[in-house]
């Protein structure tokens, strides 16, 4: 079964969190990634980030937006 927890969408805004989400599915997460950037990129300091958490605990940024740091 696939863990319904694996791919993470976090929404900031000045460093808060806002709002998240989680999908089993790649495919969804980066849809629902494009889909926030459009709905939300409005929001002051707002951030938008797609990860990816692997079954050893760990956690890894696959697509973030604005994607100009580091």
Known sequence: MDDPERYRLTLTSD??????????????????FRSWIGSYSGIPEARVVLT???????????????????
């Open 15 to 32: 460093g808060a969190v806002v709002m998240q989400g989680w999908w089993s599915d790649r495919a969804t997460g980066e849809r629902k």
């Open 52 to 70: 990816e958490s692997e079954a050893d605990g760990t956690e890894h940024v696959l697509e973030q937006w604005p994607d100009d740091e580091a």
